[in-house]
């Protein structure tokens, strides 16, 4: 089992950015593909980016392509996502999550265990 924080989530203007933090704990995080999800209001939970467990491979969502990135530090049972140039429509709370699965899913469904959520908000 694990238990995942998110931190980092904020205000700020169009163009800005955001770095989001998600500690993890447990002696296994490296045993899980580490993934981001977002929930803006009204609307279901959307995948926003996953990372395999040794951080080589990556996928993003095609609408934070060019612009977030995710990385995870083994060492430090950490998972980041950057943001950079931040849009009004990135506003969400974004969530952290883990999953025992062996493959790429986007699946919020695959995902076994979640963070509380933080909250992103990008002013125009």
């Known amino acids: 089992q694990v238990q995942l924080v998110e931190s980092g989530g904020g205000l700020v203007q169009a163009g800005g950015s955001l770095r989001l933090s998600c500690a993890a704990s447990?002696?296994?995080?490296?045993?899980?593909?580490m993934g981001w999800f977002r929930q803006a209001p009204g609307k279901e939970r959307e995948f926003v980016a996953t990372?395999?467990?040794?951080?080589?491979?990556?996928y993003y969502e095609d609408s934070v392509k060019g612009r977030f990135t995710i990385s995870r530090d083994n060492a430090k049972n950490t998972v980041y996502l950057q943001m950079n140039s931040l849009k009004p429509e990135d506003t969400a709370v974004y969530y952290c999550?883990?999953?025992?699965?062996?493959?790429?899913?986007?699946?919020?469904?695959?995902?076994?265990?979640w963070g509380q959520g933080t909250q992103v908000t990008v002013s125009s």
């Open positions: 447990g002696r296994t995080f490296s045993s899980y593909w």
């Open positions: 999550a883990a999953t025992t699965s062996v493959i790429f899913t986007s699946s919020h469904d695959r995902y076994n265990y």
């Open positions: 990372i395999n467990r040794n951080g080589a491979i990556i």
